[in-house]
C-alpha cells in the first residue's frame, strides 16, 4: 500500500459517521502525535473521503499541519465502505481486554516526565486501583508543587498572525444578532451580549505566536490579561491562580521557610 502525503484540507470527513470524538480525545491524539509523530495514516477512498482517521484529522487541525499521511483503500466499493467505517471503530472496542499484570508492569516501567506532550492521562482510564492511585500521586507532583516544569510553546511561525487567527466569533455574533432581535428589555439584551462575550474562542497557539512578534507594551498588556502566562508568581499575584488551603501549603512548603512571608495568597 502506498503512502501519500495529502493536504488536511483536502480530506473529506464522512458525513454519517457515528462515532463520536470529544475534545479531551483530541487533544490526547494531537499530543500523542506531537510526541510520536503520525504514525497511523488515515484510510481514504480515491476521492478523498476518510474511511478510518477522523479522529486524526482533527488532531491534526488542531496541530495546524499542513500534511498526513493517508492510504487509499481503492479496493472498496460504496457497501463494503460503509461497513468497514463502522467495523474499524466497534471491533476496536471490543478486543480481549487488557492482561492486568503485564499492563501494570509495562505502566510503571514508563517514565512518563520524559515527553513534554504526553502523559498517563492521555492513555484513557483504567480500572484498576493501583494504576489510579498512581495516577493520583502523578497529578499531585507534577501538578500542585512548584516543582513542575511548565510547558514551553514552541514558536513555528517566522510571521506575526493576524488579529482574526487569534479568535473565533461565529457563535458570538450569531448570538449576538438573536439578541438584537429579540424584543426584550434594553438591560436584558445588555446582561446576555455580555454573556456571549463568554462564546468568543480563543485560539492559544496563534496567541502565543502574536506574543512572539510583537512589542513589549502588548506583551506586557496580554501578560495582564494572562492570554498568556510568564510568571506563575506574577499570576497568582493578579488572582488568575486559585489555591485551595491544601495546595497553598504546599505551595508554601515548595518555597521554604524564607520565603513564605513574602508570599501572597
Known amino acids: ?50 474511511i478510518a482517521g477522523h479522529g486524526r484529522v482533527l488532531a491534526a487541525r488542531k496541530l495546524k499541519l499542513k500534511t498526513v499521511p493517508c492510504i487509499r483503500l481503492s479496493h472498496l466499493n460504496e457497501n463494503q465502505k460503509r461497513a468497514y467505517i463502522i467495523a474499524d471503530n466497534r471491533l476496536s472496542e471490543t478486543g480481549g481486554g487488557w492482561d492486568r499484570e503485564l499492563l501494570e508492569m509495562e505502566l510503571n516501567d514508563i517514565d512518563f516526565g520524559e515527553f513534554k506532550n504526553f502523559s498517563l492521562d492521555d492513555l484513557g482510564d483504567f480500572d484498576f486501583p493501583e494504576i489510579e492511585h498512581e495516577k493520583e500521586n502523578n497529578t499531585r507532583d507534577d501538578t500542585y508543587t512548584r516543582k513542575v516544569e511548565a ?9 506575526k498572525p493576524a ?84 495546595i497553598k501549603d504546599m505551595f508554601l512548603h515548595d518555597k521554604g521557610p524564607d520565603e513564605e512571608d513574602n508570599n501572597e495568597e
Open 163 to 246: 488579529i482574526n487567527e487569534l479568535f473565533n466569533r461565529d457563535k458570538y455574533e450569531e448570538l449576538i444578532k438573536a439578541i438584537n432581535k429579540s424584543k426584550i428589555s434594553n438591560e436584558d439584551k445588555e446582561f446576555l451580549r455580555i454573556a456571549a462575550t463568554r462564546h468568543i474562542v480563543f485560539d492559544y497557539s496563534a496567541i502565543a505566536e502574536f506574543y512572539a512578534h510583537s512589542d513589549k507594551n502588548v506583551q506586557e498588556l496580554m501578560e495582564q490579561s494572562a492570554l498568556v502566562i510568564i510568571d506563575f508568581d506574577d499570576a497568582i499575584k493578579n488572582g488568575f491562580v486559585k489555591f485551595t488551603n491544601d
Open 1 to 50: 500500500m502506498k503512502i501519500e502525503q495529502l493536504n488536511v484540507d483536502e480530506l473529506i470527513p464522512y458525513a454519517r459517521n457515528a462515532k463520536l470524538h470529544n475534545d479531551a480525545q483530541i487533544a490526547s491524539l494531537a499530543g500523542s502525535i506531537k510526541e510520536f509523530g503520525f504514525n497511523n495514516p488515515v484510510l481514504i477512498d480515491n476521492e478523498g473521503s476518510i
Open 151 to 159: 510547558p514551553q510553546y514552541q514558536i513555528t511561525r517566522d510571521d
